[in-house]
């Protein structure tokens, strides 16, 4: 009889532990996954996929605006909330269907449970059973964090902005990363008048200055108000259902919605690690080694729950390599620099490498290139609003980092990033024909 039940047992069928199981599986082990709710995890389910349907959605109020300096005529178009909602959360359930038949493809076993580590091999589910396992893999995620002040059971998150019955005609949305800046963009598209409550004055700490200070010059353009250096001292909700939102450094401010996007803490509470001595950090995180192995040799943990680099690509590829590292005989580790990343605000916003602020505090000396320019579309339309791009590059011309802001961003810098992962230069981006007329050609007309 087999010692253990599976070989490898998965608490959280997210991006990052389907493919972990996957690949375990395909490398011979027996395994199963337990998940209390939906396959999928954070990103299809209620972050990434879901939110980049409402950026689409939201992006059709400026393009109808627009549509009239290219001859078309688009009269008194109307927008429903409730058809693009419910459409978003059916293509939710249909991903998440193709999820669960990607574990059933590769003879993963499915346990919709709860699931908490009962031991260094053991899993207890909620019904009481208990499971052995010769590898236990924690990739439960993480969830929002909501500030513990008077009235915050009256606030909302990013989870639950998929689910509102009606938009809100004013919405205060607390925090400075990129859930709250792209949530104030979408609900500002929608007409819901939108204010951001940030207890610092940094906007995306992280990223480009200057890009992220252009961002801002946009946001308020568009109508989006700020609220620096403030905390929340209470929310009282009124008679008429409002939300009165006390806060420091500045007057009350009554709303109908407060969303809270003040970050993303790791689950790993109730799960029984503290118990069996797994290292935990100050926010929850479970502590791992390069490989992904937590201070318990049998037990691995993946993605946000570990707290290093919170992205469903990255998750995607701790698993990955943790299957090959623990299944398949080849010890793989992840490599975190270059990682791109963007903010899907309007206009988008996205960097990958050394901005310039961190080049010159790591590299001394560096040149840095921009693009200040106008999109063709926009010059048409008579939109006033401006793209950034920018390249840093060391002393000897090597690209560290690319910095673009502007429609499309992200999609351009995907390809952009190889660039700056494989150590080209300046020279090799100025060799490189242009292709006109684009935004990209932006990136090799720098000089």
Request: with cysteine; aromatic share 6%.
């Amino acid at each position: 009889m087999a010692q253990y039940d599976y070989d490898l047992f998965t608490i959280g069928a997210g991006s990052g532990g389907v493919r972990a199981s996957r690949i375990a599986a395909a490398h011979g082990a027996k395994v199963a996954v337990a998940e209390e709710h939906k396959i999928g995890g954070t990103c299809v389910v209620r972050g990434c996929v879901p939110k980049k349907m409402l950026v689409y959605g939201a992006h059709f109020a400026e393009d109808l605006q627009d549509a009239k300096a290219f001859g078309w005529s688009v009269d008194n178009p109307t927008f429903d909330w409730t058809v693009l909602r419910d459409n978003v959360l059916g293509e939710v359930e249909r991903l998440s269907g193709l999820y669960t038949q990607t574990l059933d493809n590769n003879n993963v076993t499915l346990i919709h449970q709860r699931a908490s580590v009962s031991g260094p091999n053991e899993v207890t589910l909620a019904d009481g059973s208990k499971v052995t396992a010769k590898y236990i893999l924690i990739a439960t995620g993480a969830r929002p964090h909501v500030p513990g002040c008077p009235g915050h059971e009256h606030g909302i998150t990013s989870n639950d902005a998929f689910h509102l019955e009606a938009l809100p005609k004013r919405i205060l949305i607390a925090g400075g990363g990129y859930i709250a800046n792209e949530f104030a963009g979408i609900f500002n598209e929608f007409g819901t008048h939108v204010t951001i409550i940030n207890r610092s004055d940094t906007l995306l700490r992280g990223y480009d200055e200057q890009l992220r200070d252009r961002l801002l010059q946009i946001s308020l353009t568009k109508g989006i108000d700020f609220r620096f250096n403030a905390e929340f001292r209470g929310i009282e909700k009124q008679a008429d259902g409002t939300l009165k939102v006390a806060m420091t450094n500045h007057e009350d401010l009554v709303v109908d919605a407060v969303m809270f996007a003040t970050g993303r803490l790791p689950n790993s509470e109730g799960l029984g690690l503290d118990t069996l001595g797994v290292d935990l950090g100050e926010r929850g995180e479970i502590k791992v080694d390069r490989f992904s192995k937590t201070s318990v040799d049998s037990i691995y943990a993946i993605g946000d729950v570990t707290d290093r680099v919170q992205l469903t690509p990255v998750a995607i590829r701790e698993g990955h390599a943790f299957a090959d590292t623990v299944f398949g005989g080849k010890p793989t580790t992840v490599d975190y620099s270059c990682v791109p990343s963007a903010v899907f605000s309007h206009p988008p916003l996205c960097g990958v490498g050394l901005t310039e602020s961190q080049a010159r505090n790591t590299l001394g000396a560096v040149k840095v290139y921009t693009s200040d320019f106008r999109p063709m579309k926009h010059v048409l339309a008579g939109r006033n609003e401006r793209s950034l791009y920018k390249l840093v590059c060391d002393e000897a011309d090597k690209i560290v980092g690319i910095h673009l802001l502007g429609p499309d961003a992200p999609e351009i810098l995907q390809g952009a990033a190889v660039a700056v992962k494989a150590g080209l230069s300046k020279t090799d981006f100025d060799a490189t024909v242009a292709i006109h007329p684009t935004m990209a050609e932006e990136l090799v007309l720098m000089r």
